[in-house]
């Protein structure tokens, strides 16, 4: 069974960038699932991030698209999320997940809490 | 964009009773691409139904889900006390995943 681990700072300054990583054990990075990530602010709904896949594909949110990038690092079985020029509005709970096909999220981090301020 | 609208926002039922969450799609999406999540507080969401109908690994029976086109529905037959919580539809294709906004199931 997958498990999934998020980490990376629970403050950043507005404007900076925001960065988390997603360390995976029971399963490699470079199988053919997919790897996502979902934000929720506090006290509110699910929103998909984006997502990559071992061959390379990635697909994000067009809300978010031209700040998102999502990375693979097959050496250390992890993958990551760069936000960049964050503000207030994104902060939320981040969970890094994973789909292992039929485009249903099967496994899920326990999520981590990035605040954006000052 | 396909919109997903979920209703009752809050519900109110007693351990024992059956509850009926609805997820009406703005466009006819197919059921293959039709999931339900549940979530508690302070917990990560966690997959109960895929494909509109199935249950994921480990789900109870008296979850079951159902629908097509623009409609779609979550019932739990028989709610038991760690029934409660927030469920959410959730639509997906091809490089793109959409939630419906949440149902609140409480206790009455």
């Known amino acids: 069974q997958v498990q999934l681990q998020e980490s990376g700072p629970g403050l950043v300054e507005p404007s900076g960038p925001l960065s988390l990583t997603c360390a995976v054990s029971?399963?490699?990075?470079?199988?053919?699932?997919?790897w996502i990530w979902v934000r929720q602010p506090p006290g509110k709904g699910l929103e998909w991030i984006g997502e990559?896949?071992?061959?390379?594909?990635?697909n994000y949110n067009p809300s978010l698209r031209s700040r998102v990038t999502i990375s693979l690092d097959k050496s250390k079985n992890q993958f990551s999320l760069k936000l960049s020029s964050v503000t207030a509005a994104d902060t939320a709970v981040f969970y890094c997940?994973?789909?292992?096909?039929?485009?249903?999220?099967?496994?899920w981090g326990q999520g981590t809490l990035v605040t954006v301020s000052s | 964009e396909i919109v997903l609208t979920q209703s009752p926002g809050t519900l109110s039922l007693s351990p024992g009773e059956r509850a009926t969450l609805s997820c009406k799609t703005s466009?006819?999406?197919?059921?293959?691409?039709l999931a339900w999540y549940q979530q508690k507080p302070g917990q990560a969401p966690r997959l109960l139904i895929y494909?509109?109908?199935n249950r994921a690994t480990g789900i109870p029976d008296r979850f079951s889900g159902s629908g097509s086109g623009t409609d779609f529905t979550l019932t739990i037959s028989r709610l038991e006390p760690e029934d409660f919580a927030v469920y959410y539809c959730?639509?997906?294709?091809?490089?793109?995943?959409?939630f419906g906004q949440g149902t609140k199931l409480e206790i009455k």
């Open positions: 997940a994973t789909s292992t096909g039929s485009y249903k999220i099967d496994y």
């Open positions: 029971g399963g490699s990075v470079s199988n053919s699932n997919w």
């Open positions: 990559m896949h071992h061959s390379g594909n990635s």
């Open positions: 466009q006819s999406v197919s059921s293959s691409y």
């Open positions: 494909g509109a109908s």
């Open positions: 959730q639509r997906s294709g091809p490089g793109v995943y959409t």
